[in-house]
C-alpha cells in the first residue's frame, strides 16, 4: 500500500524562487528517499536520508527528516526551469530489509519552473 | 552513476499479443531488480521484486501468470506481459539495485505499453 503522502500535489513558481515539498508518511522508517521524474521518463535518486539524521544537503537541495512528526521536506533552492519534474518521496520501512528493501512511493509532487 | 537499460522504450501491439520488456544494469552487477507499473500522473505502483537466479517475489494482486518476470543474470531482468489486453496498457518501469539493501534504485526510462 501506498503510504506517502505528498504536498502539495502541484506547484508552479518562478525561476529563482525556491520551492519545497513534504512529504508525510505512516509507519516507522530505516530511511527516506527522494526521486525526480521528468515527463516520460524513469526517476533519478536525488538524495537518501537516514532515520538518524535530521538535514541532508546536495548542491541545491535541502532535506528534513522529522520522525516524530513521520514527515520530511524537500528544499530546491533558486529553481531553474530545467527542475522543472515530478518529485517522488520513497520510504524504506523497517521491515525493508526482510522485503528485498522494496521502497514505497508517496504520490508526488508535479513542479512547474517558469522562465 | 550506475546505468540501467531499459528496452523498448514503446511498444504497440494487438490485444493477445505476448510483449516482452528488457531491464539491465549496465556498470553494475544488480542483485534486485524491481518491477513498477505507473499510471498517468499516478505515482509508481510496485508489481515484483526480483533477485537474481530465485523466482520473483509479487506484490499482491499481481498476477503471476500474467506478468512473467526473469532474474537470470546480475545484469539482466524481463518482465513479459503475456495475452496483454488493453487494460494493460500503461507504463512500466524497472529498476535495480546492488547487494546492499539500503543502495538506492537505479531507475530504467520506462516502456510505454498499449494494446489496441
Known amino acids: 500500500s501506498q503510504q506517502g503522502e505528498e504536498d502539495p500535489q502541484a506547484l508552479s513558481i518562478q525561476e529563482g524562487e525556491n520551492a519545497t515539498m513534504n512529504c508525510s508518511y505512516k509507519t516507522s522508517i530505516n530511511n527516506l528517499q527522494w526521486y525526480r521524474q521528468n515527463s516520460g521518463r524513469g526517476l533519478v535518486h536525488l538524495i537518501l536520508i537516514r532515520s538518524n539524521e535530521r538535514e541532508k544537503h546536495s548542491g541545491r537541495l535541502r532535506v528534513t527528516l522529522d520522525t516524530s512528526k513521520k514527515s520530511s521536506s524537500l528544499l530546491i533552492t533558486a529553481s531553474r526551469a530545467a527542475d522543472t519534474a515530478s518529485y517522488f518521496c520513497?520510504?524504506?520501512?523497517?521491515?525493508?530489509?526482510?522485503?528485498?528493501?522494496?521502497?514505497?512511493f508517496g504520490q508526488g509532487t508535479e513542479l512547474s519552473v517558469k522562465p | 552513476g550506475a546505468v540501467v537499460s531499459q528496452h523498448p522504450s514503446r511498444v504497440i501491439c494487438k490485444s493477445g499479443t505476448s510483449v516482452k520488456i528488457e531491464c539491465r544494469s549496465l556498470d553494475f552487477q544488480a542483485t534486485t531488480m524491481f518491477w513498477y507499473r505507473q499510471f498517468p500522473k499516478q505515482s509508481l505502483m510496485l508489481m515484483a521484486t526480483s533477485n537474481e537466479g530465485s523466482k520473483a517475489t509479487y506484490e499482491q494482486g499481481v498476477e503471476k501468470d500474467k506478468f512473467l518476470i526473469n532474474h537470470a543474470s546480475l545484469t539482466l531482468s524481463t518482465l513479459t506481459v503475456t495475452s496483454a489486453h488493453p487494460e494493460d496498457s500503461s507504463f512500466y518501469i524497472c529498476?535495480?539495485?546492488?547487494?546492499?539493501?539500503?543502495?538506492?534504485?537505479?531507475f530504467g526510462d520506462g516502456t510505454r505499453l498499449s494494446i489496441l
Open positions: 529498476s535495480a539495485r546492488g547487494r546492499q539493501v539500503n543502495q538506492p534504485q537505479h
Open positions: 520513497a520510504t524504506a520501512p523497517t521491515s525493508f530489509y526482510n522485503q528485498g528493501g522494496k521502497l514505497i
